[in-house]
């Protein structure tokens, strides 16, 4: 009995002696707020519910970003909301952190990671109680948290709102939350709450770490010489899409160029832009230059200096440039009969391009949009040789023992506890992590059902989208017009004249690359490459033509169109990239012999450090159904419905 006495006695011990331990450590607690975008009819959250890494597979991944940036998280956190109420947009509204010691709560160094438009004033000395003044609202925000032996936290949340800001904490505020928590360390806790036809997110979030530990700043731009711009020693042409050619569309670009100490570019700003395209074409080519190096006192020096291009309409000559190839998958493929596929595709093409049209039928739109944080810019860098893969809106660095060279990199206006860099020296080890450029709190969820009709007569193309549906609610306005360039450019029903009409067709270099099993049907898959490098916004395409009938099934087009994505233009022209831009049309429905399109895909996404990665900007589905046809006509031949 004795023995079992003493054991009872050592397991207590212990138990009391590990509660001092994990009393004593050091835990930053983390509300982070968020509110869903105002819905006439909120269905999705009819009461309070708490959300937890295990009770939703959605917000598994949030505890491996709980050790990244705030950033990341942040946009994990809202990725996940959208996809579980399927709202149309979050709001990121402020971040509120204490340090707690085990008894008391202390502030937390902030280093400029609150919003611009939010302060911060204390209600009481003991700190447990403080109000966020916001831009249209003031949060009382109040936690009292308790340490449990099993190495969680009891917490207390009491979150309320009031649209005046009170200059202290009186007045009469309504509670948004109020609600017991158990937290286990590193396990986010997300709280949603409907508030009015609004919806209110809470994460709250527990970590251990040293509350004296500091950011390291981001290492700033070199300074850099400007001189007059030396004489260009390798040139590739921009490339100048006919149809802007033909509109007169075109002019001066002015650049401001940074080129290394072998005269090898390094970033391109735009300082006097024309079209869109022609300034992400311009920036494009000349990325690729190679000026004279610059000496100065002797020895060459990275130099920035002012530089223009101009694009002349009836001067323009395009030239042929290599290109990558899409691989062909089988020696067996019968390169012989390529001739007669394009001169049969051809046909089909002028059938629809010929073809009266009149029908309606119902498009269903999904769309989700990243936006590049705010004043991104370039600068030098000192980075290692190896480089990791990105994740969503970041670019990553592994640190590397190995000598690190000059590269470019971001600077400015980017997530404050990303580190950048921590220069010690040419032979020291570097200290970089992620660097984030898409804004989470811009991330935009949009969602259609429209009456699409196309009216073709006489060569001219009418098109429309009328709303019956926008994010979930009806619309009553049958005049109410989707007018939005960006699906209209993508033209699912005429992609194909695009690649294989007979007056393009001199314009490409073609193969059959391969034999598929499409909606049932055998292919041949056409690899088409513009012979200018960029023929109209293309710089690749695949194209599925049925063995038998040469209907086309399905294509693939890859390059940015000339007009409806100038925010992606933009963009790339910014950071010095070349986008991936994807769209992809199938079709299966027929009428005369003509095949309309069953879903458009498009992809766009922004190349990370790391090749096998890439940053989403852009994504787009859409889907046809319940075709009516009024009228088809091709060969002279009318069918009426």
């Given at each position: 009995m004795s023995k079992r006495i003493k054991i009872l006695g050592l397991t207590i011990v212990l138990v009391l002696a590990a509660g001092v331990l994990w009393a004593a450590e050091n835990i930053l607690i983390r509300v982070h707020v968020f509110r869903g975008t105002r819905m006439e009819d909120f269905q999705e959250l009819k009461q309070i519910e708490v959300l937890t890494t295990s009770s939703r597979p959605e917000l598994a991944s949030l505890k491996e970003k709980t050790a990244g940036s705030e950033g990341q998280l942040t946009a994990a956190v809202i990725d996940a909301l959208l996809d579980i109420y399927d709202l149309p947009a979050i709001d990121d509204l402020f971040v509120h952190e204490k340090w707690w010691d085990g008894k008391n709560l202390h502030d937390k160094q902030w280093d400029g990671r609150i919003r611009p438009q939010e302060q911060l004033a204390f209600k009481s000395s003991s700190r447990l109680e403080e109000v966020v003044l916001g831009k249209e609202a003031s949060y009382r925000i109040k936690f009292?948290?308790?340490?449990?032996?099993?190495?969680?936290?009891?917490?207390?949340?009491?979150?309320?709102?009031?649209?005046?800001?009170?200059?202290?904490?009186?007045?009469?505020?309504?509670?948004?939350?109020?609600?017991?928590?158990?937290?286990?360390?590193?396990?986010?806790?997300?709280?949603?709450?409907?508030?009015?036809?609004?919806?209110?997110?809470?994460?709250?979030?527990?970590?251990?770490?040293?509350?004296?530990?500091?950011?390291?700043?981001?290492?700033?731009?070199?300074?850099?010489?400007?001189?007059?711009?030396?004489?260009?020693?390798?040139?590739?042409?921009?490339?100048?899409?006919?149809?802007?050619?033909?509109?007169?569309?075109?002019?001066?670009?002015?650049?401001?160029?940074?080129?290394?100490?072998?005269?090898?570019?390094?970033?391109?700003?735009?300082?006097?832009?024309?079209?869109?395209?022609?300034?992400?074409?311009?920036?494009?080519?000349?990325?690729?230059?190679?000026?004279?190096?610059?000496?100065?006192?002797?020895?060459?020096v990275p130099v920035m200096f002012l530089y223009s291009y101009n694009f002349y309409p009836s001067l323009y000559m395009p030239t042929s440039i290599p290109r990558a190839s899409f691989p062909v998958r089988s020696d067996s493929i019968p390169q012989e009969v390529l001739p007669v596929i394009l001169e049969r595709s051809g046909e089909y093409c002028q059938k629809l391009a010929g073809a009266v049209l009149d029908f309606v039928c119902e498009e269903t739109i999904k769309e989700t949009r990243y936006s590049l944080l705010k004043n991104m810019q370039w600068g030098f860098l000192a980075v290692g040789p190896r480089l990791t893969k990105t994740d969503q809106g970041m670019f990553y660095v592994i640190p590397d023992n190995a000598k690190p060279s000059v590269a470019m990199g971001f600077f400015g206006a980017m997530d404050s506890k990303s580190d950048l860099i921590e220069d010690r020296g040419r032979n020291a080890p570097l200290s970089v992590t992620a660097v984030q450029i898409m804004d989470p709190k811009q991330t935009r969820r949009n969602n259609f059902i429209c009456d699409y009709q196309i009216i073709k007569k006489a060569g001219a193309v009418e098109e429309r989208r009328i709303i019956l549906k926008e994010n979930g609610r009806k619309n009553t306005d049958r005049n109410k017009i989707l007018d939005e360039e960006r699906f209209s450019a993508l033209s699912s029903l005429f992609a194909p004249l695009r690649v294989l009409a007979r007056d393009r067709q001199p314009r490409f270099d073609y193969r059959i690359i391969d034999e598929e099993k499409v909606n049932g049907k055998i292919a041949l898959v056409l690899e088409a490459l513009p012979k200018s490098g960029d023929e109209d916004g293309?710089?690749?395409?695949?194209?599925?033509?049925?063995?038998?009938?040469?209907?086309?099934?399905?294509?693939?087009?890859?390059?940015?169109?000339?007009?409806?994505?100038?925010?992606?233009?933009?963009?790339?022209?910014?950071?010095n990239i070349k986008p991936d831009f994807v769209s992809t049309h199938e079709y299966r429905m027929e009428k005369n012999g003509v095949l309309f399109p069953s879903r458009s895909k498009i992809h766009v996404a922004y190349p990370g450090i790391d090749p096998r990665s890439a940053i989403p900007k852009d994504a787009i589905n859409l889907t046809y159904d319940k075709y009516k046809f009024f009228t088809v006509e091709t060969e002279s031949q009318v069918i009426k419905k």
């Open positions: 009292s948290p308790q340490t449990l032996p099993s190495r969680q936290i009891a917490f207390r949340l009491v979150v309320s709102k009031t649209i005046k800001k009170p200059e202290d904490a009186g007045g009469d505020m309504e509670t948004i939350v109020d609600r017991e928590l158990v937290l286990d360390l590193g396990d986010p806790v997300i709280i949603a709450v409907p508030v009015k036809g609004q919806a209110y997110f809470m994460m709250v979030l527990a970590t251990t770490g040293n509350p004296s530990a500091k950011t390291p700043e981001p290492e700033k731009a070199r300074n850099i010489e400007i001189v007059a711009a030396p004489k260009a020693v390798v040139r590739v042409q921009p490339s100048y899409p006919e149809e802007l050619r033909q509109r007169r569309i075109g002019g001066e670009i002015g650049l401001r160029i940074l080129i290394d100490e072998k005269g090898a570019v390094q970033a391109i700003a735009v300082v006097n832009p024309t079209h869109p395209y022609l300034n992400y074409s311009a920036v494009q080519a000349i990325r690729r230059w190679t000026f004279e190096p610059v000496l100065i006192k002797g020895k060459p293309i710089w690749s395409a695949r194209v599925w033509i049925d063995k038998q009938s040469h209907q086309i099934l399905k294509d693939e087009i890859t390059g940015v169109p000339v007009e409806g994505y100038e925010d992606v233009l933009n963009d790339c022209a910014t950071l």
